[in-house]
């Protein structure tokens, strides 16, 4: 029985919670937020608003996260579960597992239609804003239909020519590009920025531009057909006129909160993103689904990096701000959020002590992903150099925590010698020429960066057990109408579907409108 059956008979109250259908929706996916992540975060004090109070008010329900062929689940199957209502298997988006092959037959999948594609043949317009690549596993699974969560330039193509969104906002910039521009990870000549521009997107390269951009389309579609009502062939091209919004703010992934550089007011933050994404798609009389990853959590979470993890927990808490804010103003609006798994197994309190250290949190200055580029690159000076690594390299160590805001030989630091020793051999190989370059996040992560989360988050005695996912419930999270269908415990397929049941809509016809 789906969790919106059981809790059919409950009535609003004053948690925001309402009876009634959403004209919009707003879905928060906080990738690796399991249950820890929330204690840790209030509890070190790190966020503007010191207990979460914008999101923890809200706290409806418990999820279970797994996916169709394990336990454990990965980020594409568990955003699949929410934005089909359908578990699929591990690794794959967008797409749901046929099994009547008989045994030991390789595993087969078909497309299975979304929330967003629902929402645009009812003629509501469409956004994604995310904090890692828009190609990334998470807003792929709400955007595309592959078995390969991997192939994002595929991935990237089907964004752009088959889905019609009205805000797309992230990284990723690097599979748009064509071969022929550098750092661009595509192998062929397709140029999806001008394809895109082609299909009518303005593209927005940082904050400036994207808030001048998002008033500039709230005007036109507020004057527009879509906005106001009829003039178009259908709801759905109603839905897909513009405006089209394209953000591509940095190559891969966007920077972590903790390495924004001062003064940068040009990345833009997740709420600045959520912010403008709901400047443009509000004019829509017909409604909008709007998905809002805020997806690095789970990256410093493979990295075992408590403090960086806690820095993207509030930037995911002040993107809630702006939602309920938006939400105070338009009262048909529902606002859900839940993780699609935890990472990392993150404990308060570790190694037989009775304690968490926030104030070990709030010095940490950078994250593990950028202190051990930081000494990647100091090893692979002192090697072009003609430096001795051995003896260089306990020094360049502890210069680069030094920078984090950790002194390597301080006890209430508690790096062992030994950890350090292991460091120096990781950064050896990882500097190392013929071992290729210094590397990127892997899905798993990357040995040097892992055993630098380790190393930075022990004297917070923040614990881990896994440098992947673990199978642990995660919080859900809901205001407004419709909220009170999340309540209490539920599969995340059932989560899934209770949004789109809330919103109204039919997955499996838009995906046959967007396929014709």
Known sequence: MSLAARTSGASGGDDGTSAGRARSVIFFVSDGMGPGYVTMTREAGLCASSTLGSLTPHLVGLCE????????????AGATAYATGFRTDNHV??????????????????????????????????????????????????????????????????????????????????HFDPSS??????????????????????????ATSMRRAAREAAAEAARSPGGGGGGYASPRAAASSRPRLLGLFAPSHMPYEIDRAEGDVETPTLAEMTGAALEALAPSEAGFFLLVEAGRIDHAGHANDAATAAREVCAYDAAWAVALEFADRHPDVLVVGSSDHDT?????????????????????????????????????AARTNGEDIDAQGPAILAAAF????????????????????????MAKAASDPANGAGGTHGYEGWALQNAVGEALSAASSVGWTSHGHTGVDVAVFARGPGAEAFRGYSRNDEVGRAVIDALGVDPAAGLEASSA
């Open 65 to 76: 996260t797994r996916s169709a062929n394990s336990m454990v689940t990965d980020s594409a």
């Open 93 to 174: 988006i967008g797409e749901v597992p046929i099994r009547d092959f008989g045994v030991g037959a390789p595993a087969s999948y078909r497309p299975a239609g979304t929330v967003l594609e629902g929402a645009q043949l009812a003629g509501k317009r469409t956004g994604i804003v995310t904090t890692t690549r828009v190609t990334h596993a998470t807003p792929a699974a709400f955007s595309s239909h592959l078995a390969d969560r991997d192939d994002e330039n595929e991935i990237a193509r089907e964004q752009v020519y088959s889905l019609e969104l009205n805000v797309l906002f992230g990284g990723g910039r690097r």
């Open 181 to 206: 521009v550098a750092g661009s990870a595509r192998a062929d000549a397709l140029d999806l920025i001008a394809d895109a521009r082609r299909e009518g997107y303005a593209l927005v390269t940082n």
């Open 344 to 380: 990392g197994g993150l404990s308060v309190g570790c190694c037989d002590r009775y304690a968490m250290d926030g104030d070990a949190l709030r010095r940490q200055k950078f994250s593990a992903e950028y202190v051990a580029y930081a000494i990647i690159d100091a090893y692979g």
């Open 402 to 425: 030094a920078a984090a805001g950790r002194d390597v030989d301080a006890a209430e630091s508690r790096i062992t010698a030994e950890a350090l020793a292991a460091l120096h051999e």
